[in-house]
T-cell receptor
Framework: DAKTTQPPSMDCAEGRAANLPCNHS???????VYWYRQIHSQGPQYIIH???NNETNEMASLIITEDRKSSTLILPHATLRDTAVYYC????????????FGSGTRLQVQP | DAGITQSPRYKITETGRQVTLMCHQT?????MFWYRQDLGHGLRLIYY???????DKGEVPDGYVVSRSKTENFPLTLESATRSQTSVYFC????????????FGPGTRLTVT
């Protein structure tokens, strides 16, 4: 699976959009981009995933560049409850289905 | 209760003892996973299972044993606990090959003294 690079930490004001970048320059054509988050001491929570097209769900939007070498997770209106570590994961669509977590980005939403 | 549960939530044991961590899910998901998370690090895969009686090693399987006789249960056994196995253990499940979302349990915090 391709390696990902994320900033170690970011701050965001409550109510503003949080834009979390992820670099995955070695991604291959059949690898998906997944985002999970982990709120303090809890199990990780799935947010969104995509292959080529931009995706949106009730939690967030995922913007993938045309060359697929980077992506951005957007939380449109961050709340204090969004404070967490956010993991960008690149995974091939195989039967293994296991996630490889890096260090992630620690997002602190400020009141 | 519906969902995925882990027991115990906290465990302290001594070096050399056998410890079993339990994981139970009520969705009849095919896939189940065990991860460990060490302080300040991301999660690492220990073992996973694609179905009952089908298991395979992950990134860090040494010192651990798993079994899956029933779809809903996936216990993880530390045969002879070592201090390096002090960690938080997370169990997860996903519905099928085509399901991209993994559902995680609340975790078991294990301390080996």
């Amino acid at each position: 699976d391709a390696k990902t690079t994320q900033p170690p930490s970011m701050d965001c004001a409550e109510g503003r959009a949080a834009n979390l970048p992820c670099n995955h320059s070695t991604i291959s054509g059949n690898e998906y981009v997944y985002w999970y988050r982990q709120i303090h001491s809890q199990g990780p929570q799935y947010i969104i995933h995509g292959l080529k097209n931009n995706e949106t769900n009730e939690m967030a939007s995922l913007i993938i560049t045309e060359d697929r070498k980077s992506s951005t997770l957007i939380l449109p209106h961050a709340t204090l409850r969004d404070t967490a570590v956010y993991y960008c994961i690149v995974m091939e669509d195989t039967g293994r289905r296991a996630l490889t977590f890096g260090s992630g980005t620690r997002l602190q939403v400020q009141p | 209760d519906a969902g995925i549960t882990q027991s115990p939530r906290y465990k302290i044991t001594e070096t050399g003892r056998q410890v079993t961590l339990m994981c139970h899910q009520t969705w009849s998901h095919s896939y189940m996973f065990w991860y460990r998370q060490d302080l300040g690090h991301g999660l690492r895969l220990i073992y996973y299972s694609a179905a009952a009686d089908i298991t395979d090693k992950g990134e860090v399987p040494d010192g651990y044993v798993v079994s899956r006789s029933k779809t809903e249960n996936f216990p993880l056994t530390l045969e002879s606990a070592t201090r390096s196995q002090t960690s938080v253990y997370f169990c997860a499940s996903s519905e099928s090959f085509w399901d991209y979302e993994q559902y995680f349990g609340p975790g078991t915090r294990l301390t080996v003294t």
